[in-house]
């Protein structure tokens, strides 16, 4: 691979992500589990700009706004250690300037996909094609999707997907009621699910999620926001991954939009969003 000789700028778009439906089907011998999960990647995104300087050997983050996050523990920086370990060193510094707009630990797969763009932005400086997704779920367990960025049935620990064609495009309001949900907790709650015959239509499921029973005993506000979603006008509601977000979706972005209003009137964070077509370009993916 031929990394630039000066220094260059790549900006990158990192979508954040929707369970429509998550079933657990197992506990692994690795302490994971295994699911099986309809997920699109939203217009809710946060934005990557990395500078890579050939004369330097430094790795910054800058998160405007949100200094908390600028440790070695981000999963930005995370990604830039996984490249180095699994694909190749990186023979020059990288400057990386994170623009958040998706909320942390809101089940919105955010980290996940800042992960997947410092990637994807890698690829592109070095002219690599192609990664292995079987150790990205070492950084996260969304990170391969999110790599991939597109609808897919995500089976396994999260590293086999299984592209999705003809999902309609949905309008949707989001709402984070601004606590965390710990992955690691909701899935030491789950149990496993019998899932729905193989012929039950996909959009059929929304909603359903394996998690959302011990997430609504601990929380029961989950509850009166989803039903506030439905009081709102919204067709579906559900819970995104571990929570705590929940979505609805509506007829119209007018009518997203308005929901979104009227929960940011009462001091949530609430947007109006829509699934994604494919992103502009993603490395191809191999198990």
């Not at 692994?28 to 990557?48: E, F, K, N, W």
């Not at 949100?66 to 699994?86: F, I, M, S, T, Y």
């Not at 003809?166 to 690691?184: K, Y």
């Amino acid at each position: 691979m031929t990394w630039p000789r000066h220094e260059t700028e790549v900006a990158v778009t990192a979508p954040a992500k929707i369970n429509w439906y998550l079933y657990v089907v197992g506990r692994r011998p690795d302490g994971y589990h295994d699911i099986v999960s309809l997920m699109t990647p939203l217009t809710l995104a946060d934005q990557v700009r990395i500078c890579y300087k050939p004369t330097d050997t430094k790795r910054w983050l800058r998160c405007p706004k949100r200094p908390d996050l600028e440790g070695p523990h981000n999963l930005a920086l995370r990604a830039v250690r996984w490249w180095e370990k699994h694909v190749e060193p990186i023979p020059g510094g990288l400057d990386i300037l994170l623009t958040k707009h998706v909320p942390t630990g809101a089940g919105l797969g955010g980290g996940s996909a800042d992960a997947a763009a410092v990637l994807r932005s890698l690829c592109r400086l070095s002219g690599r094609q192609s990664l292995h997704l079987q150790t990205l779920c070492d950084l996260g367990c969304d990170v391969p999707f999110c790599l991939a960025s597109k609808a897919a049935l995500v089976t396994g620990r999260g590293e086999h997907l299984s592209p999705i064609e003809r999902l309609p495009e949905l309008d949707l309001c989001i709402v984070w009621p601004g606590f965390e949900i710990h992955s690691e907790w909701a899935y030491s709650q789950s149990r496993p699910t019998r899932l729905p015959d193989a012929d039950t239509d996909h959009l059929s499921r929304i909603g359903d999620n394996d998690l959302w029973t011990a997430a609504v005993e601990k929380y029961p506000m989950l509850a009166k926001v989803r039903n506030d979603l439905k009081k709102l006008g919204a067709k579906a509601t559900g819970m995104t991954g571990s929570g705590s977000a929940l979505f609805g979706s509506f007829e119209s972005q007018t009518a997203a939009g308005q929901a979104a209003s009227r929960f940011r009137d009462r001091g949530f964070w609430a947007t109006r969003t829509q699934t994604r077509p494919v992103a502009d370009w993603s490395p191809a993916c191999s198990a």
